[in-house]
């Protein structure tokens, strides 16, 4: 995986073992922004964005995942996290949305490395009846440090 933002709206993360195993993050909308609303570094903001996973044969996408900047129950927070735990631990560790529409755990394995599993669930479909999941395989170190800034940076725009 190598952590990067392709462009100042995307972030890519793609498996060590198999680089045709990824995510991106992408389309980051700030709502309030729109509004006219101002803000307080500190105080958390709304953030839309998309999800696409994707794997030899396979791509699934979420257009409208609802998160927020500045929340320590987030996705760059939760990637901090595990980011600061190289040494490892036991079971795995999850996150997800408040609509619970994306998802991801993260498993410690031998040798420093760090398996990310990422889960699209569209609870606000009308079907709501598919599931996708990508395993990414990164270095527990500066990888995942490097994965946990880039989020940042995506969501807080």
Known sequence: MRS???EPSDVTVRCNDDRGVGIRLGDAVHPDDDAGATHHAAAGRLVNYAVE???????????????????ARELDAF????????????GARRWHTDDRDF?????????????LTWTLRPCRAADGTWTASVTTVLEAGEQMA????????????
């Open 4 to 6: 990067h933002i392709d």
């Open 53 to 71: 996973l994707h794997a030899p044969g396979m791509t699934a996408r979420l257009d409208r995942v609802v998160g927020w900047t500045g929340e």
């Open 79 to 90: 990637l901090t996290d595990v980011a600061r735990d190289f040494g490892g631990w036991d």
């Open 103 to 115: 998802a991801v755990s993260a498993v410690f394995r031998s040798g420093g490395r760090v398996e």
């Open 146 to 157: 490097a994965l946990a800034a880039d989020v940042r940076h995506f969501l807080s725009g």
